[in-house]
Nanobody, 125 residues
Framework: QLQASGGGLVSAGDSLQLSCTASEGTFSSGTRAWFRQAPGKEREFVTAIRPSGFLDLYADSVKGRFTISRDNAKNTVYLQMNSLKPEDSAVYYC????????????????????WGQGTLVTVSS
């Protein structure tokens, strides 16, 4: 139901924008998020955004460089990634919940029932 796109190979310092569109159903009342998984590592939280778009949360490692946004009319969430670093290289997964996720669980993979297939981001030094 979730289709992520926009990944690719870039150089350090470059920018990329990822998109995640829901092909079925609507997640306008739910929280949307991005996670990432580097080779040999666990999937980690990157950022999340509430249904209204007024509250977003970022992992410390991406704060100030990444921006999440959403367009409920298009059922799409975006991840603008600036000043990319080699350590940002990973498969990026979008996630969604049908309902609002409480603050204490925004970083919890288990709070999101719907996942995209992942899009690979590779940042060369």
């Amino acid at each position: 139901q979730l289709q992520a796109s926009g990944g690719g190979l870039v150089s350090a310092g470059d920018s990329l924008q990822l998109s995640c569109t829901a092909s079925e159903g609507t997640f306008s009342s739910g929280t949307r998020a991005w996670f990432r998984q580097a080779p040999g590592k666990e999937r980690e939280f990157v950022t999340a955004i509430r249904p209204s778009g007024f509250l977003d949360l970022y992992a410390d490692s991406v704060k100030g460089r990444f921006t999440i946004s959403r367009d409920n009319a298009k059922n799409t969430v975006y991840l603008q990634m600036n000043s990319l670093k080699p350590e940002d290289s990973a498969v990026y997964y979008c996630a969604a919940s049908l309902n609002r996720v409480i603050t204490s669980r925004l970083r919890d993979r288990g709070a999101y029932a719907y996942w995209g297939q992942g899009t690979l981001v590779t940042v060369s030094s």
